[in-house]
């Protein structure tokens, strides 16, 4: 080769060696420029606050994620690269068949797709994503974004549930609303009351004005109108519209402007205050009325205040009552500043009104303004008004009325001593014509039993039935004086009116025999054997009625039948008819029969005798018992005479005095019982005590039920007493445990001194052998005893009766002087008089009064129901022995009261009044006897 090719290839070499030198400096260059590029697209793509991932299409295995991706999910990049997205269960089943659906459609580019992610932690997540295809060298991939929009969500959710609230608000308001143009007036949209309330369906309402549905008139709606835009809105204006029926309708009308899409609008609610203008119009009508009354009520009538007392407002007729001339003379005033009342008066009316909040019918003294004095009866009521307590009086002039009422006393008391003296005089009059009255029925009973002549024995026999006609006329004039004087009393006790009639029918007989009539007395079956009532009143009347039959019968029959008319639960009532066919009463005297002195006639007078006054005591006897009676006659046929009484159903008390009144009480075969009683009351211990004493018995007595157990589970015993209400253990639950636990049959006698109906009943259910209420009656007590006992009195032996202990002399009580204040005839009949006995009762009792009224009284202070409950028991029966009836009745009351446990403030004010009738007992007789 020669030089010069040499030297051109050399510079060949040279040039390339210098371009390739260049072409290293431009690549460096470019490796630079491109490693910048790289890591600003690494930057940008792994700080962009939108998750991006960029995934293998085939095997949808994660080539790169951002840092916001990673934050999303909560794993590392370590975790993500290289996995799948269905790897870590981010996207639910359904999302991601969602999204591969999509892509296997070759779509170039997705739009966003919402779907929820589960992060790490579990938390989900809404995500908005964005799908597209890119090449990652010669591999397809898929580059998606994720945008979180929780928040988003959450605000629509929020603004959906505003607008449903809004819409339930604006569709369900208590009030009418509608939103109308401001323009035109139009109706944009109304909610269901207002349709309701004006009577419209909704389509009828859209699109059209107040005017054109005839709400009000043109000019009142531009009224409306004007008012309107000059102030922007309107509140609370009272307007009138109409309904589409035409009734005029009230409402409380406020409108609003607000925009909607660029418009002026009204937002306008109505509350409808139709009914209560109704009201408030009948209010006013009411409370003119209430003027007008108020005004011309014929009594005094003044509103005050309570504190003050000064007067409010009164009527005319009480400024005149008081002698005034003016109202405003009294308005401001009280009647004490005014001279018109005594204070003590007020006080004792203000007590009254703060304890009950009104007072009725008290009777005070006002002075008019000359200084005369009125005797009033004030009622009042505590009010409230505008927060201040008010007093509303009615008060009425009752000084003539008191005039009237001295008056009439007076009168009443000269007559009841003009009564006096007739009785006085008829009691005299009688014992003085009965006894020789009953010398000459005496001596002519004895006359007719010796042998006689025949005119001699028919003189003894008028002398006689005389005498037997001047007896019962005495005792009409008495039964007359006594119905008078209001003494005539009426017995409560079992009868059987089958017996009744077989005795009067026996008593009878001869003389129907003598006069050859016919008697029968018929009882219809239905009627109870036993009834109580008055058996010798009944007896009377039907005797009367009987006699007369006879008397007036000249042949034929006389029948008496008793017939049920009426039965319930406690009462019955019987008709009884007494038909004879004897000579009759004529119509005309039928309405004056029963009149005293009364007879069918002159002739009947002095054909058959008689005062008149027989008819006219039956009448009054059936009368003062409640009933009826009433007569049915014809001349020359016969005369029925009928009248109606009722009758009390018989209790188990009444039946076991009723068959127990006829057993005799053998207290020698009684002496060797032994009897437990258990009684917590000393009083009732003591009577009891004091009367098996009297009568050689023994008995043994314990304060409580758990004692009465005890004593029968270690001793033998015959009989056991036993109260109902103590300590510790009562009746009922010692009843239970002696024939339950204890497996024992003795006799039980319950003694309570509840007779409410059913306790015998629920004794007897629970195992007790009888019942007796208290206050006990001695007679009834023993007889019960005897009887229950008498098959194992038959097998004891007698023993030699201990002789009766002397009771020493000592000072007792004036029980004859006392008796006066204090009834004691329970106690008297029991002790059979024996004033010392008596007298240790009473002592007794009053000392255990004396210990239990200030328990009583701690109880009710502290709201202690249960010892309120039990002590009012235990002083009943005291109070029960010393014929204490009023006291029984207030703590019957308290007891009842305690019971539920309520009205603390009544039962203060009835032990109030039980302590002061007790006090001043106790002091009576302390100083009885203290002389």
Do not use: W
Request: aromatic content about 8%; overall charge positive.
């Amino acid at each position: 080769m020669s030089n010069k090719n040499n030297e051109k290839t050399l510079f060949y070499i040279q040039n390339i060696e210098k371009e390739l030198e260049e072409l290293k400096k431009k690549n460096k260059q470019l490796e630079g420029e491109l490693k910048i590029s790289n890591s600003l697209f690494s930057d940008t793509f792994n700080f962009n606050p939108v998750a991006i991932t960029l995934s293998d299409f085939e095997t949808g295995s994660h080539i790169f994620v951002n840092k916001a991706y990673l934050e999303l999910v909560g794993y590392s990049i370590e975790e993500v690269i290289g996995k799948k997205t269905s790897d870590f269960n981010i996207i639910s089943i359904e999302d991601r068949q969602k999204i591969l659906q999509q892509v296997q459609e070759k779509r170039e580019k997705l739009k966003q797709v919402e779907v929820k992610v589960k992060s790490r932690l579990g938390q989900f997540k809404n995500i908005l994503c964005s799908f597209g295809p890119v090449l990652i060298g010669a591999k397809k991939g898929i580059i998606s974004t994720m945008v979180e929009i929780s928040d988003l969500k959450k605000t629509e959710n929020e603004l959906r549930e505003s607008q449903s609230l809004f819409k339930l608000m604006f569709e369900k308001s208590p009030t009418a609303i509608l939103i109308s143009e401001v323009e035109s007036g139009r109706f944009i949209r109304v909610n269901e009351l207002f349709l309701k309330t004006f009577g419209y369906l909704e389509e009828e309402v859209i699109g059209k004005s107040s005017i054109e549905l005839n709400f009000h008139s043109k000019e009142e709606r531009e009224l409306i109108a004007a008012k309107f835009k000059a102030q922007g809105y309107l509140r609370n204006q009272e307007i009138e519209f109409l309904s589409k029926d035409g009734k005029a309708l009230i409402f409380i009308f406020s409108s609003e402007i607000i925009e909607i899409s660029g418009k002026k609008c009204a937002l306008t609610t109505l509350y409808n205050i139709t009914d209560f203008k109704d009201v408030l119009r009948k209010l006013n009508e009411a409370e003119k009325i209430f003027h007008k009354i108020f005004e011309n009520f014929p009594s005094g009538m003044v509103l005050s205040e309570l504190e003050t007392g000064k007067i409010i407002d009164t009527n005319i007729f009480f400024v005149k009552m008081l002698g005034f001339d003016k109202l405003e003379e009294l308005i401001g005033y009280n009647l004490i500043e005014l001279g018109c009342i005594n204070p003590v008066y007020r006080i004792e009316a203000f007590e009254q009104l703060k304890m009950h909040n009104y007072t009725r019918d008290l009777e005070i003294n006002l002075i008019r303004k000359d200084g005369k004095k009125l005797e009033v009866l004030i009622s009042t009521q505590l009010m409230e008004f505008q927060s201040k307590q008010l007093i509303l009086a009615n008060i009425y002039n009752i000084s003539e009325r008191k005039e009237i009422e001295r008056q009439l006393l007076i009168a009443k008391e000269s007559a009841e001593k003009s009564q006096r003296f007739q009785e006085q005089f008829l009691a005299n009059m009688s014992h003085e014509m009965r006894t020789p009255m009953n010398a000459i029925v005496g001596f002519a009973d004895v006359l007719a039993k010796r042998n006689l002549k025949t005119e001699e024995l028919g003189f003894v026999e008028t002398i006689r039935t005389s005498s037997q006609n001047l007896i019962s006329l005495i005792n009409d004039i008495l039964d007359v004086s006594k119905i008078e004087a209001g003494m005539m009393y009426f017995e409560k006790l079992p009868i059987n009116i089958r017996e009744l009639f077989d005795s009067i029918k026996v008593m009878f007989q001869p003389k129907v025999a003598k006069k050859q009539l016919s008697l029968q007395f018929i009882c219809e079956k239905i009627i109870p054997k036993l009834l109580l009532g008055d058996s010798v009143r009944l007896t009377q009347i039907i005797i009367n009625l009987v006699s007369n039959a006879i008397k007036f019968s000249a042949k034929g029959s006389i029948l008496v039948e008793a017939k049920l008319i009426d039965d319930d639960v406690e009462f019955c009532s019987i008709k009884f008819t007494i038909k004879d066919t004897g000579i009759g009463i004529a119509k005309e005297k039928l309405k004056t029969i029963f009149d005293r002195f009364e007879q069918a006639d002159l002739q009947t007078s002095r054909n058959y005798g008689g005062t008149g006054l027989g008819l006219n005591i039956f009448k009054q006897l059936v009368e003062l018992q409640g009933g009826s009676v009433g007569v049915k006659s014809v001349v020359n046929r016969g005369s029925e005479f009928f009248f109606t009484l009722s009758f009390g159903k018989v209790t188990e008390l009444d039946r076991i005095v009723s068959s127990d009144s006829t057993v005799n009480v053998n207290f020698k075969k009684m002496k060797n019982l032994k009897i437990l009683m258990a009684e917590d009351n000393l009083v009732n211990s003591s009577l009891i005590r004091t009367l098996f004493k009297e009568n050689n018995l023994k008995i043994q007595i314990v304060e409580n039920g758990k004692l009465a157990v005890e004593k029968i589970k270690n001793n033998h015993y015959d009989l056991l007493l036993l109260d109902m209400e103590m300590p510790e253990i009562n009746g009922y639950e010692a009843t239970r445990l002696i024939r339950e636990e204890l497996k024992n049959h003795i006799p039980i006698i319950a003694m309570t001194a509840n007779a409410m109906a059913g306790e015998r009943e629920k004794c007897l259910a629970l195992g007790m052998n009888n019942f007796i209420s208290k206050p006990i009656h001695a007679d009834l007590l023993f007889k019960m005893i005897y009887t229950t006992l008498y098959p194992q009195l038959k097998k004891m032996n007698a023993v030699k009766e201990p002789e009766k202990k002397k009771i020493l002399k000592k000072k007792y009580l004036d029980v004859k002087k006392i008796d006066s204040i204090y009834n004691f005839s329970y106690l008297k009949k029991n002790m059979q008089g024996n004033v010392a006995l008596i007298s240790e009762i009473i002592d007794l009792s009053i000392k255990n009064i004396s210990i239990d009224l200030p328990i009583l009284k701690q109880a009710v202070e502290k709201k202690d129901y249960d010892n309120i409950k039990s002590y009012c028991h235990k002083l009943k029966s005291t109070c029960s022995v010393l014929g204490m009836k009023e006291g029984v009745f207030l703590l019957n009351e308290m007891e009842s009261l305690a019971v539920l446990a309520t009205n603390i403030e009544k039962i203060r004010s009835l032990n109030q009044q039980f302590g002061r009738i007790c006090t001043q007992m106790i002091k009576d007789i302390n100083a009885e006897m203290n002389k």
